[in-house]
């Protein structure tokens, strides 16, 4: 939630809006359609950009506010691009009472970015995130779909260095 | 309807069952407080204002939202009750830019006025951080600033539901929550049709239009400049009420005078140029019928309707009269006409027009609105903004003498008047074209079936031989639906009227607001239309046609109704836009 | 489906087991990520490699509960139970056990090898004070195989409702059985189906909260994962109840393999006619979409979920009017949660007797708890309701870790509170917890202990209300910020008392006057620590100290000259150089140079470091 502004230039392909088309026409007179086709959206994109949103509103008829309203409501939508390896660092209760806090603020530091942001290069982003479910190896944090549990923060360095 | 027994503070109420706590509370004589709520468009119990204590329920309940039952005991002032909505004050204080003195409400704000009768005496006392935000300005017609809202959500569920334009809506979560538009993009970059809606339902002054009333005075000290006046009908109407008159008093006379005082060296009358409307748009309706044009004909007076027809249905654009609206035709003529009349250049003219509208600050901006050469009107202010002028310059309204408007712009029939209310370009309109279709004086020039509040009327007349179906429609939400009907193909319509506003320019966007409280229980369309119904009753000349003014204008200048003068000064064009413009 | 003689021959069919092993392998989230698929896929290639393929079935199931011990993995027909398995165990699991049929002891959940023989699970301290009844099947099936779930008597209340039994015989069921929902609030279930019957509409809806959001709460997510079908089983039932033919499932898009297990399960369900039209041959036809949730917590409130569901922001609606009246899309809808949906299927096969035969008088039945935080066995306990706080902490959670000292549990998440140790013997249910300033909530039990600040807590859990609240309420779009900023003063030591009044203000003015329920419950964290450690909240603002150790503005680090050795390496390790000292000299902090992170005192070998 905290930077819903747009940085990255849209790079959409011809691919990508036709198959944007199909999940617009495959979704016509549901009702309540709008999420589904927003989080479809976001699968083919990776993100809900400007462009992205005003394709929506003209074929679905919506109001393009109202879609921007629904998509800055929910954490699950970005309007910015991820970078290539998503962090996120789970603060539910059980990590948090067990130290994930400490471990998100260190990779605040050591990416030089805060959470909700993607590295000038492109290749980290880091967020926050509730419970994955994986309390039992609390603190959690995960790398794209790789889960790293009982962490340190003495852990942080040789983790992202894998991803160099 | 079936009526439910309750009690409110011990009084015993009989409310029709599906009333909600507050409307009984009416039935009572109890007020309860209220800021979100707007009868029939913002019912979210949001602001929690309107809390009251009802017997055996386990939570305080909104007033505004919660049905009546049999039997239910509500109580509505109870200390708690009182404690909890000074409370929840102090909350939206916190996070309020309380610039009240500088505030262009100040006096007339919704939040002001509950912080003082219920009692708040510190305005600090929750404070913390506070959301800032940088104030859109970006719109020709009004200015947002979030610093001063209350997240009521008055304005974007006007704009949406209302208007159907949908333009502004909360964004983000919780704390961060901000009415805004798609990307935080400015309104003037969206398809906003500048009807001012938004304004008019705003509790505080967190909306309001662009003031242009220093230009005004700016214009007066300019000894160079001649500068003209022409306020609209629906002004008349409701500008009493900024001054202590109640709603629905007619203050012609006083307005022609406050402007006068105010300085303008003429005080003319837009509805001279209503009565200029009918004579171009009825003719144009009779050619369309005539030589197989685009039907139906609509009008195109109100300029949110016509940026809405422009945005939302570009294909249906050839149905918008080409007829400039009143405001415009007035420039044009006051212009070219005028001017050669005087002797004075054109481009030393400053015309300057009273609108009970915003999108009037937007119409005048447009491209082929300049007869002259020079813009057609220099300067839009709402009525809001003249009041503020009578107020800035020391002129005691209500004991100025009654005026008139002078000549030759200011000379009107009751036809004219009525332009400011739904119904009456088309009742305007009908007087003159059916006279001119059958040659004969009309029985009556009352036409009633396109009279009242109603959002959507529709009447047929059988004039020389043939069904005339027309339509009347105001607020988009139902121009909307006019419009589908036309673009199916499924309308017969051969005349529609649409206004922007609901109820027609007299609830326009520029006129004074009217707060929550008296809105929800007050028919504030019907009692201001009322004013024009009853000014135009007591006209001796009621169709457009017979104004002397009107009739010297085509004589000494125009020619014909539709003649290629008339065309050059007083027709326009539009362009096609789309909704989403990025 | 036509019949339900179809539904019996695929059970029979099910029941012909031809293997003499089947290995369960647990596929949750928790086990998943400790890397059961590199489990499951070594060990299909050790089968293959000894030719084991017709003797051994490898079965992917639900949870076990013991998250902890993940990757888990469980030989039957016996139930030896390998935890924390390695990728390198498998082929001595498989020579050893699978070939040679003798367990691998050094590899088997400690607590079951104690004795010359191996311990059956269920009596294992872990499991044996469970009762599982909404996780029956989870661990024991495989959810993404229909006929598993068949197997074990699934979709046969559903045929039996449908052919024996009235809509309103159906409710009276669910009413006598005392069944409460599972979700947090305790609504009798039977009650909300009476409503919903009772109003008359061309349509209505039958929904399922799988929203589950509150932080360290996974029940849901187990059963979606262990047994989608009992879900989709229950919610025909549901719509049979009380006249709806469509339903919605809300889910979490975080879970993701509950996401495709419900996937797969709908289209089996479809596939055997068990969803869609005339099922079991009677007319009626029910089916169930799946409708992803975005990351709202809010939207696990009633009408906030159907908002959502109806393409909006998840913003609540004032209620009345209720769900039961005009709820999804303006028409009767009926909302129940995971957990309680699970239970249904068994109450209408069982009887509304058997089921109020558990738990207290007026708690029918188990709650299912998910363990976590500072214990011993963290993962998912479903016990009868009336079990007590000591009983899940101590005997089924192992206790406390490291010999530290119970402080408090907490449930029912952020609109829960905590429980502190003078209450471990309260029997646990829907009023009891209530009474004592908590709330049972979904079920997430998180344990804390000494070194838990309590003030910290009550911080942590107003930062998630204020990051989910909706905004569209002015008490809590606003009050719950402006207690978060009191918390944080506190915690800082820089609150007075009156702040402390002020905090209390608000709460009391949240619980009133919010909207919904997150609102109106924002406040529990708060009160509840206040209510058993206002001390903690003193001793922060009136000695500035947090008792705990945790509120880093109250702490310094200190080195204790006599234990120092001078060995220099706590002055390496800070990271802002405020340690000084010689060698083999005692050291010194600068106070204000330290960070207060703590690196010092986790390295120094000779315990000389503390902090106060």
Known sequence: ?164 | MENVNLKINGISVSAPAGSTILEAARIAGVKIPTLCFLKEINEIGACRMCVVEVKGARNLVAACVHPVNEGMEVQTNTPKLLESRKRTLELILSDHERKCLSCVRSGNCELQELCKELGVADEDYFAGERNHYEPDTSAPHMIRDNNKCILCRRCSAVCEKVQTVGVIGPNNRGFATAIGSPFEMGLGDTSCVACGQCIAACPTGALYEKDNTDDVLAAIADPEKHVVVQPAPAVRAALGEEFGYPMGTDVEGKMAAALRRIGFDKVFDTNFSADLTIMEEAHEFLDRVKNGGVLPLMTSCSPGWVKYCEHYYPDQIAHLSSCKSPQQMFGAIAKTYYAQKMGIDPKNIVCVSVMPCTAKKFELTREDEDAAGVPDVDISITTRELARLIRKLGIDFCSLPEEGFDDPLGESTGAGVIFGATGGVMEAALRTAVETLTGEELASVEFTEVRGTAGIKEATYHVAGMDIHVAVASGLSNAKIIMDRIRSGESQYHFVEIMCCPGGCVNGGGQPQVHGNVRNFTDVRAIRAKVLYDNDAAKTLRKSHENPSIRRLYEEFLGEPGSEKAHHLLHTTYVERSVNEI | MKSLEELREIRENAKKKTSRYRVHVCGGTGCTSSGSPRIIKRLTEEIQANGLEEDVEIVKTGCFGLCALGPIMIVHPEGTFYSMVKEDDIPEIVREHLVGGTPVKRLLYEETTKADHILPLEETNFYKKQHRVALRNCGEISPEHIEEYIGTGGYEALGKVLTTMTPEEVIQVVLDSGLRGRGGAGFPTGLKWRFAAANEADQKYVCCNADEGDPGAFMDRSVLEGDPHVVLEAMAIAGYAIGASQGYIYVRAEYPIAVQRLEIAIRQARELGLLGDDIFGTGFSFDIGLRLGAGAFVCGEETALMTSIEGNRGEPRPRPPFPALKGLFQKPTILNNVETYANIPQIILNGAEWFASMGTEKSKGTKVFALGGKINNTGLVEVPMGTTLREIVEEIGGGVPNGKKFKAAQTGGPSGGCIPAEHLDVPIDYDNLIAIGSMMGSGGLIVMDEDTCMVDIAKFFLEFTVDESCGKCTPCRIGTRRMLEILEKITKGQATLEDLDKLEELCEHLAANSLCALGQTAPNPVISTLRYFRDEYIAHIVDKKCPAGVCKDLLQYRIDADKCKGCTLCARTCPADAIVGSVKEPHMINQDKCLKCGACMEKCRFGAIYKE
């Open chain 1, 1 to 164: 939630m905290s930077e819903k502004k747009q940085t990255v230039p849209f790079s959409g392909t011809k691919e990508q809006e036709q198959a944007l088309r199909e999940v617009i026409a495959g979704h016509k007179d549901e009702p309540g359609a709008l999420m589904p086709v927003l989080q479809k959206a976001q699968e083919i994109y990776g993100y809900l950009p400007i462009e992205v949103q005003k394709m929506i509103s003209d074929q679905m008829g919506i109001p393009m506010e109202k879609i921007y309203g629904v998509a800055t409501f929910y954490s699950q939508f970005n309007l910015n691009p991820k970078g290539r390896y998503r962090i996120s660092v789970c603060l539910g209760t059980a990590c948090y009472v067990k130290g994930s806090g400490d471990i998100y603020n260190a990779l605040m530091e050591k990416l030089g970015i805060v959470g909700g942001e993607c590295t000038p290069d492109g290749k980290f982003s880091l967020d926050a995130c509730r419970c994955v479910g994986a309390c039992g190896l609390a603190p959690v944090m995960m790398i794209n779909d790789e889960v790293y549990g009982r962490l340190t923060v003495d852990d942080i360095d040789d983790i992202l260095a894998k991803y160099e």
